[in-house]
């Protein structure tokens, strides 16, 4: 048993010692529950790649003795989702020891990271020289800097950007059946049907410029805009399923607690995809004259469906207060897991640039916490 699932039981069993001795009560009509969130989500921060920086230090000492000193530092660049506000709302009717309601939200969050990167020229130091490339590595693959003559370094500058998207929405449709009750307190069973869908998409890419006068003396320059890109989704279908869980509150005078349980399992198809393009946009100036070759020199596109079972459970705890008699407010938390959730394919090569080499999509599937921190209001209609 998880921390959370431990925590809402300890809570359900206060609930319940908080009610013994109390006379029957029964709350009954329509109630409406909005409350805004401030939501976040782990689980889909992505490590896109480094920035990278060599130096190479050239000695020479009097005695013709050469020392080298070289090494490698890392930045790593890194997409961390934004929290952001968003509702969820509720309203339920409830007769008796009976009931029907309606509640959901929704969260749309994203990140996205971009610069340039370039490598200053060697410098010569009196005994030797100093000697640097700066670079990007993304997709697993440390990408040198081509050679560009328009450079004091020689090397290009590199300018990346990468972007993380994520949206979600749910809803559940669900019965109530009052198990225990006393005045003031009590613990629902709730049932029903659970539906919702979400939605990935990743992009990363780098831009390069090689460059060089004179192409092999033969008065030809040569001038390649070189773009390697990958973009990749995963795209939910209407997910539905059977759902199941427990409800509580317990009050004090003007004061109660409120707290909810909810287990299901969404089902539906998931369409992964991706598209990984490497092209050269090359120009080829000679005798005033110039002539443009777009050569696209690579491309691999990836695409899966699949039926998926994802189980997902909801927690919610709040603190309320009564400013009247059918209005209360109050503040809370709540989460809600997806588990093993499938999310956007990564291009990856970890090798040559070719599928023999072990190039291509690896399919990523990561459990989700969408979890935060609520304000909350409560209307009741008897």
């Known amino acids: 048993m998880s921390t959370r699932q431990k925590l809402a039981v300890f809570i359900f069993a206060a609930i319940m010692l908080f009610a013994i001795g109390k006379s029957s009560y029964a709350e009954g009509g329509w ?196 773009r390697l890109e990958s973009t990749s989704k995963a795209d939910y279908g209407l997910m539905a399923g059977p759902s199941i869980g427990l409800q509580g509150k317990a009050k004090y005078k003007r004061v109660g607690i409120e707290a909810l349980v909810n287990q299901s399992v969404l089902i539906g198809k998931v369409d992964q995809s991706g598209t990984w393009t490497d092209i050269d946009d090359i120009l080829y100036t000679y005798g005033g004259s110039t002539i443009r070759h777009n050569v696209y020199t690579g491309g691999f596109s990836f695409s899966k469906d699949e039926t998926v079972a994802i189980p997902v459970t909801e927690l919610r705890l709040k603190f309320m207060v009564d400013l009247m008699k059918n209005v209360s407010i109050g503040i809370g938390g709540f989460a809600s897991i997806w588990y093993n959730a499938p999310l956007a394919p990564k291009w990856s090569v970890p090798g040559d640039w070719t599928a023999a080499e072990g190039s291509g999509w690896r399919l990523q599937k990561n459990t989700l916490v969408f979890y935060g921190g609520m304000a909350a209001l409560n209307i009741r209609f008897n």
């Open 31 to 226: 109630s409406i529950q909005l409350e805004p969130m401030w939501m976040d989500v782990t689980g889909n921060d992505v490590h896109v790649g480094d920035v990278f920086n060599y130096k190479e230090e050239f000695t020479e000492d009097a005695e013709g003795n050469y020392t080298v000193k070289y090494g490698v530092t890392y930045d790593p660049i890194n997409l961390n989702m934004d929290s952001k506000l968003t509702l969820r709302t509720e309203i339920v009717y409830k007769k008796t020891q009976w009931g029907l309601g309606v509640s959901g939200w929704w969260f749309n969050t994203d990140a996205s990271l971009s610069g340039r990167v370039t490598t200053p020229p060697s410098e010569s130091t009196g005994d030797g020289y100093t000697y640097y490339v700066n670079g990007v590595r993304m997709w697993d693959s440390t990408i040198i800097p081509v050679y560009n003559e328009l450079e004091e370094s020689y090397c290009s500058p590199v300018d990346y950007w990468a972007r993380n998207d994520l949206g979600v929405w749910t809803a559940n449709i669900f019965g109530l059946r009052t198990l225990a009750e006393k005045e003031n307190s009590h613990i629902d069973l709730t049932f029903g049907l659970k539906v919702g869908s979400l939605n990935n998409d990743r992009n990363e890419g780098q831009t390069q410029r090689a460059y060089v006068e004179d192409y092999y003396y033969y008065g030809l320059d040569f001038d390649n805009n070189i």
